[in-house]
């Protein structure tokens, strides 16, 4: 059988690391996280996006104006659900949404960057009206005076990077690789050096691509060797990597032993309250037993609730985890409202950030 081993090497042969340590994968003893999970706070985190092209590549037969006024927050987020050539985003619903995050007690802002920023390193996946370099400096410099700690995300799932717009067509391969790792390089340093940067990878299955016009799914040791190399990427930039976590509903036994413990989990379930393994059928069983067998094998975590379903999952998710995991492992929470941030989804925004307030405040009257 291959281990991490002939992964990293395969990797190295195509040009996807240069100098991965093999130290850094180990499932020994895992070795210190590059950076040591402050004492003082819980993360409490809220997912935004810049970028929205994340979930198709078929701008065709949906293609609107960018000016256009969608009535409902759900008939924008269908719209949207295809790839766009210019910047789906709002600044004035961005700073309403920040000023409520700190009102409610929020003190982390994961953003979704994808093509929303002309990167220096590769302008040409820009759509327009992407924020220059610069300009997303001094909008991080404003999160931090606000007490908002800015973490990047750049999604390198095959399910969901047509945000890198020619190159996602290129996976794997050694032109791929050098522009992942330049996009990563120039992030971190736009970010001055985050405590994390989340890689995304999550639904890289075929069930994901149906409707896509270019599907391309990376499975088994190449899988793995193409998030050693994230790993590396971000790792060696004293940067701790972050993924969503559902890899492990369909392939636990490789997950357990091959996930780096350096790597910081979310798993997420979103559709219910209970998380009594007992009271639920599959998928939902599955996907909330992994929240426990990640605490069974010592990973650490953010487990992640939205209100795309349901108004009660994120207090939910807050009022039961503590009980099952860790406080050593259970690094924070995130809420995920999945909604671009136009006007027309302000409201969920709004009630995902109140949302996460109330169990912010539940979880401070029960464990503080």
């Keep these: 059988?291959?281990?991490?081993?002939?992964f990293i090497k395969k990797a190295i042969t195509a040009g996807?690391?240069?100098?991965?340590?093999?130290?850094?994968?180990?499932?020994?003893?895992?070795?210190?996280?590059?950076?040591?999970?402050?004492?003082k706070d819980m993360i409490w985190a809220n997912l935004l996006h810049l970028s929205y092209n994340m979930w198709n590549d078929n701008i065709a037969e949906e293609y609107r104006d960018p000016d256009l006024v969608c009535t409902t927050c759900e008939e924008t987020r269908m719209w949207v659900n295809g790839y766009r050539p210019f910047l789906t985003f709002d600044e004035g619903v961005w700073n309403t949404l920040l000023k409520d995050m700190v009102a409610v007690g929020i003190n982390m802002v994961i953003i979704d960057l994808g093509d929303a920023v002309a990167y220096e390193s590769h302008p040409e996946i820009a759509v327009k009206n992407a924020w220059p370099p610069e300009k997303l400096k001094k909008e991080l410099a404003k999160m931090k005076k606000m007490g908002l700690e800015p973490i990047p995300k750049l999604n390198f799932s095959t399910a969901h990077d047509i945000w890198l717009g020619e190159y996602s067509r290129m996976v794997s391969t050694k032109k791929y690789y050098e522009v992942c790792s330049n996009l990563i390089n120039e992030t971190i340093d736009i970010f001055d050096v985050p405590r994390f940067f989340h890689l995304g990878m999550d639904e890289e299955l075929a069930q994901h691509q149906t409707k896509w016009n270019y599907a391309v799914m990376r499975q088994n040791e190449l899988w793995w060797a193409d998030l050693y190399f994230f790993i590396s990427q971000v790792e060696r930039r004293n940067v701790r990597s972050w993924m969503w976590s559902d890899y492990g509903w369909t392939h636990p036994d490789l997950f357990y032993k091959k996930m780096p413990k350096t790597v910081l989990q979310s798993n997420w379930w979103y559709r219910g309250t209970s998380f009594n393994l007992d009271q639920l059928d599959e998928p939902d069983k599955t996907s909330v037993k992994l929240y426990y067998d990640l605490e069974k094998h010592g990973y650490d975590q953010v487990p992640t609730g939205s209100n795309h379903y349901i108004d009660e999952n994120m207090e939910a998710t807050v009022a039961h985890l503590p009980k099952i995991i860790d406080p050593s492992r259970l690094l924070g929470f995130m809420q995920s409202p999945w909604r671009p941030t136009l006007p027309t989804c302000l409201e969920e925004h709004k009630d995902a950030i109140n949302q996460l307030g109330r169990a912010i405040k539940k979880y401070n009257s029960i464990y503080q």
């Design 1 to 6: 059988m291959t281990n991490r081993r002939d």
């Design 16 to 39: 996807a690391a240069c100098s991965l340590p093999y130290a850094l994968f180990s499932q020994e003893s895992p070795a210190q996280t590059p950076q040591e999970k402050p004492a």
